[in-house]
């Protein structure tokens, strides 16, 4: 055999794997359209979400400290994760996994230090240049 007749034989298995998932997509397509129930009621197009109705618009507008406690949430809790995964292999890491790990929260802690000295997390402040609540 040759070298390129070896190169073939080699991604055969991905050829069928990918032919075979072309085939269930399809026959799933396939079979919801011919088996799926249509509805032409005029409440069809209509939003619904958990039995209730939706009333206003979907475009509310949400003041940007809902984003930062979001940001803040994702942040910690991966950070989280990631203190987790390290304490359950704490013993294989050694002392090199323990002072990775110092240094990792060591730099979340500096961050965290900056925005409270910058006032990113003075979320008071932000209602008051809106005016949303009086200043003391």
Same mark, same amino acid.
């Given at each position: 055999? @040759?070298?390129?007749?070896? @190169?073939?034989?080699?991604?055969?298995?991905?050829?069928?794997?990918?032919?075979?998932?072309?085939?269930?997509?399809?026959?799933?397509?396939?079979?919801?359209?011919?088996?799926?129930?249509?509805?032409?009621?005029?409440?069809?197009?209509?939003?619904?979400?958990?039995?209730?109705? &939706?009333?206003? &618009?979907?475009?509310?507008?949400?003041?940007?400290?809902?984003?930062?406690?979001?940001?803040?949430?994702?942040?910690?809790?991966?950070? &989280?994760?990631?203190?987790?995964?390290?304490?359950? &292999?704490?013993?294989?890491?050694?002392?090199?996994?323990?002072?990775?790990?110092?240094?990792?929260?060591?730099?979340?802690?500096?961050?965290?230090?900056?925005?409270?000295?910058?006032?990113?997390?003075?979320?008071?402040?932000?209602?008051?240049?809106? @005016?949303?609540?009086?200043?003391?």
């Amino acid at each position: 055999m @040759n070298a390129s007749a070896d @190169n073939t034989l080699v991604y055969w298995p991905v050829v069928v794997y990918f032919g075979a998932v072309l085939l269930v997509a399809g026959a799933m397509i396939g079979g919801s359209a011919m088996l799926g129930q249509r509805h032409h009621e005029p409440a069809t197009g209509e939003p619904y979400e958990s039995g209730i109705a &939706s009333t206003g &618009s979907a475009r509310a507008r949400f003041p940007a400290t809902f984003y930062l406690i979001a940001m803040f949430f994702v942040i910690f809790d991966v950070e &989280s994760v990631i203190l987790f995964a390290w304490a359950v &292999s704490a013993r294989q890491a050694g002392w090199s996994g323990y002072v990775e790990m110092v240094i990792f929260a060591a730099v979340l802690l500096a961050a965290l230090v900056y925005l409270a000295r910058t006032g990113a997390l003075d979320l008071a402040a932000g209602a008051r240049r809106l @005016n949303l609540t009086p200043a003391p």
